[in-house]
């Protein structure tokens, strides 16, 4: 048995040939069995010359425009199965999530992963299952391309197998199923309260039902259906567009997921029961590459929420970067506001450093000690926004968007401008070592000079002795946790900016500035010029009221989680570990520092800021361009022009220049 040679994938077509018999129609487990085997020549193997399944596929073909017995087993083989088999279900539930909320259908999927359904034997479903048995087949299914497909599909004379009554029969029960739930679906809130009136008067979503309820007497009425699918498709993309204005909620892109689902499988049944004898092969085609897929996929939680979760993410990410423009400096009048707006931000900081120290001297518990130090952070970076200052940490989560932006193909339909890409990036930079230089520049003398008038105030310095030591050592890069911590602080940074752009989204969804206009109480307590001061307020700073308070409570409470679960985990933020290290140094005196050793401690802070700059930064970028659909694959040039541009002009990274070429200040 062991010593018995593998037998080369190929030689089933061989033995196909040299049997030269004809499999009956009504054998449908020789027939599945046909199909397995079949498709195992196509998928790639081990074995060098059968590595790319796109060759496979050609060589497939080639043989069976050489052998008409293998090309009418072949599609005995397929009719078998299309006879015999239940087509509904893979029609109309195949990679369609079946629940009716997201919640239901993210758990129903875990369930399914802990403890598969049952197949039945006579659904097509099981026959896919079959024939793609490996959970990873879809992968070579979609990389070959597309037109091999349609050739493939073409040569089997795919469009003569519909005719059969039964096959028919069930095309048209599942056609109908989907225009139902369409109808449906197009009467929820979530949609008919966000469709352009005159869709809302004549609704596409139901129209569509009463063509379809007629294709079966009178096939010309595609033409009908066709129409009426454009115009809900057009609702669908009407919707999406708004989201930027009118704001999103999981729900609403989770039915819009589920109607465009629908939609695509009832055009498709649309081209098969026409009978205009014209049918489009390469639709036919993504359908078959999709089922495949979802068929491999079906219990995967993460392809599940990168699909739903995709246009609200894309929402927090928009509502993100319209704020990182802000923070993108193209003259020398916006680098030296930006600089003048840093160091007042480092004003604010040295406040609340200070406040922090003297938080820490009251004997507290160690979860009021957090919650105060939060408050106390939360306040401090509200101020900030208030004041309309800059910290400079702040920025990444949000110029990521922004960046991310230029290459969004769902604004943009032309090809991005990759060389404006790289001055945006340029931009960036100097924007961000502009606003890091103002905060710094401000930060540690300011904390410098607080502590020296502490000093004289209350004549004992604020932080002294081995309390200052441990102070300075908690920011050395390598005899400290700190860069590590950095890193830490950079992802909280991240996720206040989700916070801010998710909030500022709902308040939009929700409609809250409207609604606090029309709030009975709020309309008899306060004078209506107030209350519409009040909404609009809300309206615009919601979201950057959200992101500060949480970003000041994941730093303020991240020394009380490591402290109860006793493990190594803080934070390190640039701007306040710069005035830690001036308040520390001053404790010290100069003169009892080693000038090395100090050295080395600001160039760990500088690393800080760095760390805290890459990590909010990549993830922030990371999320904006996922849920752009934009895969940097496409355009590996970009590093190049990147570099070229960098060697160019190095010092455009830095700070900008006096006259700004056409091509960066157009």
């Known amino acids: 048995m062991f010593g018995k040679k593998k037998k080369n994938k190929a030689d089933f077509i061989e033995t196909v040939v040299a049997k030269s018999t004809v499999l009956p129609i009504t054998d449908s487990a020789q027939g599945l069995d046909f199909l397995v085997a079949f498709f195992s020549v196509i998928r790639p193997s081990s074995q060098k010359e059968k590595r790319n399944a796109t060759r496979n596929l050609e060589f497939v073909i080639g043989q ?37 909320g997201f919640w239901q259908e993210f758990f129903g999927r875990l369930r399914h992963k802990l403890l598969p359904s049952l197949k039945n034997e006579n659904d097509f479903l099981y026959v896919l299952n079959r024939v793609f048995f490996h959970t990873d087949d879809y992968k070579w299914v979609e990389d070959i391309p597309r037109e091999s497909w349609v050739l493939f599909f073409e040569s089997i004379g795919l469009s003569l197998h519909v005719d059969d009554r039964r096959i028919l029969s069930q095309l048209l029960y599942s056609l109908k199923t989907l225009s139902f739930q369409v109808a449906q679906l197009g009467l929820e809130r979530e949609v008919l309260d966000y469709i352009t009136p005159e869709n809302r008067d004549d609704n596409p979503f139901v129209q569509q039902t009463y063509y379809v309820h007629e294709l079966e007497k009178d096939p010309s009425i595609a033409g009908k259906i066709n129409e009426t699918l ?71 939680i993460l392809e ?152 004289k105030i209350f004549g004992v310095p ?40 998710y909030v500022q989204n709902k308040i939009q969804y929700g409609h809250i500035s409207q609604r606090l206009q029309t709030h009975p109480i709020l309309r008899m307590s306060m004078p209506r010029e107030r209350l519409m001061k009040l909404a609009n307020y809300v309206e615009k700073h919601a979201g950057s009221l959200a992101g500060n308070i949480s970003l000041g409570f994941f730093l303020g409470m991240a020394g009380f989680v490591g402290e109860i679960f006793g493990i190594h985990f803080d934070v390190r933020h640039i701007t306040i570990s710069s005035g830690n290290t001036a308040l520390a140094v001053y404790g010290l005196g100069f003169s009892h520092i080693d000038p090395w050793y100090l050295v080395t401690v600001f160039l760990g802070v500088l690393g800080i800021g760095f760390f805290n700059f890459l990590i909010s930064f990549s993830l922030a970028f990371i999320v904006a361009v996922k849920s752009r659909g934009v895969r940097l694959r496409d355009y590996p040039e970009f590093l190049g022009i990147l570099w070229r541009y960098f060697r160019k002009n190095p010092l455009d990274f830095i700070r900008p220049r006096r006259r700004l070429p056409e091509t960066e200040g157009g």
């Open 230 to 300: 454009a115009k809900c498709y057009e609702s669908i993309d009407f919707i999406r567009e708004n989201h930027s204005r009118r704001g999103a909620s999981l729900h609403q892109t989770y039915i819009l997921i589920l109607l465009a689902n629908r939609l695509e499988r009832i055009s498709i049944l649309t081209d098969l029961l026409d009978r205009d004898h014209s049918f489009d092969t390469g639709k036919f085609v993504d359908f078959f590459r999709m089922l495949v897929r979802n068929e491999n996929r079906k219990n995967s």
């Open 462 to 501: 604020l932080l002294a002795g081995e309390a200052a030591a441990r102070m300075l050592r908690d920011q050395h890069p390598w005899q400290s946790l700190s860069l590590l911590y950095a890193c830490n602080a950079g992802f909280f940074l991240f996720l206040s900016g989700i916070i801010a752009g």
């Open 64 to 100: 069976l425009h050489q052998h008409p017995v293998l090309l009418t087993n072949l599609q005995h083989a397929l009719l078998s199965q299309l006879i015999r088999t239940d087509l509904s279900p893979a029609l109309t539930e195949s990679g369609i999530p079946l629940a009716r």
């Open 304 to 455: 599940f929420m990168s699909q739903t979760t995709g246009y609200l993410a894309y929402q927090i990410a928009e509502h993100k970067g319209a704020k990182g423009d802000k923070y993108i400096t193209s003259t020398w009048a916006d680098y030296r506001s930006m600089l003048t707006s840093a160091m007042g931000g480092g004003a604010w900081v040295c406040l609340v450093v200070l406040i922090k120290n003297l938080l820490t001297k009251m004997p507290m518990a160690i979860f009021w000690h957090g919650f105060a130090y939060s408050v106390n952070y939360s306040v401090g970076f509200v101020l900030i926004e208030e004041t309309h200052t800059t910290l400079a940490t702040k920025q990444p989560a949000f110029t990521a968007s922004a960046v991310a932006g230029s290459l969004d193909t769902r604004r943009n339909t032309r090809q991005p401008n990759l060389y404006n890409l790289a001055v945006t990036v340029a931009k960036v930079s100097r924007s961000q070592i502009a606003s890091f230089a103002g905060n710094l520049l401000v930060v540690f003398p300011g904390m410098f000079g607080l502590a020296w008038l502490y000093h």
